[in-house]
């Protein structure tokens, strides 16, 4: 079979996947304690790389646009410009690919290996549906976790830790200025757009991650292959849908 046709055979299967992932998700709410597990191991585990990550792209942002904003005089400008690229795009996108190199990995290697040494197969001869008692409750942390990170994320960024640690504290812009035109020119249109990108990633990465594990060959090839496909096509499904995204909401 041709390439194209490889790739919308695999399209259509996701589909499907997704459609018995979906039923599967009223079962997961019924058990909080397995979704409980999979937030802390998805969300929890992921949140130092989240707080560091945004840390420093904060302090970057700010010293990159601190060295523009002053040639044309504007330099107390700098928390409007650091606090709309971290809301609007840094904040969702940013998190989204680290959730994909650190959680979606985890999940299609975890998944992965759970296929690999037959235990799906045990749960399905014991009449319980993995993909109820495995695979939903991961999709659905992921789905949940992403906007929690995204959030901490930007708060990091534009807050004492990133921005405003650098803008006021090193560079000498006034605290005064710097949260004054955060707060004129934040809207919540802002924050509303920024949540839906981060819900949109959510659940791309996560279904890209638990469908990838759960179809990986039953190798320590396959387990492996699967992993890197999760990062790789995450990624590009991030990029992809932000700039979609971007274009309706703006």
């Known amino acids: 079979m041709n390439p194209i046709g ?13 459609f018995s992932l979906l039923l599967a998700i009223p079962g997961v709410l019924a058990r909080p304690r397995l979704l409980a597990q999979q937030l802390y191991s998805v969300g929890v585990l992921s949140l130092v790389i989240i707080v560091l990550s945004g840390s420093f792209v904060g302090m970057v942002l700010a010293l990159q646009f601190y060295r523009t904003l002053q040639i044309f005089g504007a330099s107390e400008s700098l928390g409007v ?36 040494t037959d235990q799906l197969s045990g749960m399905e001869m014991m009449a319980v549906d993995p993909m109820q008692r495995v695979v939903a409750p991961r999709f659905l942390a992921g789905l949940i976790s992403m906007p929690l990170l995204s ?23 006034d605290a005064g200025s710097y949260w004054a035109g955060i707060r004129e020119v934040l809207h919540g249109d802002d924050i509303r757009d920024a949540l839906i990108k981060s819900l949109v990633f959510g659940a791309a990465c996560s279904w890209i991650a638990v469908y990838q594990g759960y179809h990986a060959a039953p190798t320590s090839a396959g387990v492996a292959r699967a992993t890197t496909n999760t990062v790789v096509i995450s990624s590009l499904a991030v990029l992809a849908l932000d700039f979609v995204l971007t274009a309706l909401m703006f």
């Open 6 to 18: 490889n790739f919308l055979q695999g399209l259509g299967r996701a589909q499907f996947f997704l």
């Open 81 to 116: 410009a650091v606090a709309l690229a971290v809301v609007r795009e840094f904040g969702p996108v940013v998190t989204a690919l680290l959730f994909a190199g650190r959680a979606g990995s985890a999940l299609a290697a975890e998944i992965g290996l759970m296929k690999a």
């Open 151 to 173: 959030f901490i994320f930007t708060m990091m960024a534009i807050g004492v830790a990133g921005g405003h640690a650098i803008g006021v504290s090193l560079l000498g812009v």
